[in-house]
């Protein structure tokens, strides 16, 4: 077991990263024996300061960035050997894959968007030496949601890197990050895995039986994080189940309605069951963290309003990706439904279909449409999807596209 084992169907980023990581532990070697005076230092020609690991989602990019910078920490005594770093033993490799390791800080947004503020603060982590005397790893997963100031305080922060510092910047493509930060990056590309290498960690690494690890891995098409929230959650497979029959009930104009609104709803209950587990439990730690005496009825000190009030603007702006987020998966596998419709129409065999479960729906809808209706009603999936990522109301971008999928 490496720290490389969960890095699904990525073989050529893997001995890209491995090479790296191997020059990195030579060159810290290096520095550490020109300290004592013993040999030159040499320059890792594999190594660089800032990555940006792009590709679909579900390819695993953060899970990539991840099991680098568990190998830029290694300290397996084996390295001496010539064994490459990245273990998965050690206390660096598991560390920094449990997410504990002082030198590797992972940042991850439950918002909308990553600001200024929290960037700089990023940028003054950057600058300090790493506790342990290897590497100072900055991983940000949603590179894609830096504002365009934050993303200009990080820009300084790549072009001017402190010794020792490596940035690994996730997004989905080359396209979500800035032009001058994406010249500054080693760009790693990793692509959809196969459904064949998903059921198979599915199997090997969770114990999922290989009969629903075959039928969740087809299903999301080779997307790994979806994949296993399927197989561990029945209460997801129920859901998207709901979703897959919507293409049936858009029959007249008050099914596509009640159709938009049920799929609003349930994006609502997801952000309130997210708020109802985590806000309370923040409000009344930073309530504690202000003085105010124990219990939400408390009064509160003077001077803490805007402490609270920000507390509650950010907790606003988690519920708003939370319900966008449920939808958008939503929407991700009612075009997967009619991808499957548009299979069976070209004549390609139903083995092709990943939504196998909806196998009668898709036939019905195969055989009651055209080829062109349904890439008018993936265009309207896609439609939806932009609008709500340009803050059109839920229910109204929803309800637009239900309709448009009654007339195909």
Known sequence: ???????????????????????????????STVARGDRDSTTAS?????????????????????????????????????????CGFCDGCHTALIGTHADVETVRTDLLSIGVKETRELVRRASLSPAGGRWQVILMEDADRLTEGAANVLLKAV???????????????????????????????????????????????????????????????GHIGRARRLAADETARSRRATVLRVPLRVADIGGCLRAAQELVDSATEDAKAVADEVDGKETEEMRAALGAAAGLGSRMPRGTAGAMKELADRQKRRSTRTQRDTLDLALTDLAGFYRDVL??????????????????????????????HSLRRIEAILACRDALDHNVAPLLAVEAMTLALRAG
């Open 46 to 86: 594999r190594m660089t300061h800032a990555w940006l690991f792009t590709g679909p989602p579900g390819s695993g990019r953060s899970t990539a960035a991840r099991a680098f910078a568990a190998a830029l920490q290694c300290t397996s005594p084996d390295r001496a050997l010539g064994a490459a770093p990245g």
């Open 1 to 31: 077991m490496t720290v490389w084992d969960d890095v699904v169907g990525q073989p050529r980023t893997v001995a890209e990263l491995s090479a790296a990581a191997q020059d990195a532990d030579t060159l810290v070697t290096a520095e």
């Open 159 to 221: 072009e001017e890197p402190a010794p020792r510092t490596v940035w690994l910047l996730c997004a989905p493509s080359v396209e979500d990050a800035l032009p001058t930060i994406r010249s500054r990056c080693r760009l790693l590309t990793l692509r959809t895995p196969s459904v064949a290498d998903v059921a198979d960690v599915l199997t090997r690494r969770d114990g999922v039986a290989p009969e629903l690890a075959a039928q969740v891995a087809r299903a999301t098409q």
């Open 343 to 372: 299979t069976l129409q070209l004549g390609r065999p139903a083995a092709h279909v990943a939504n196998a479960e909806a196998m009668d729906g898709i036939r019905r809808i195969a055989s009651s449409s055209r080829p062109e």
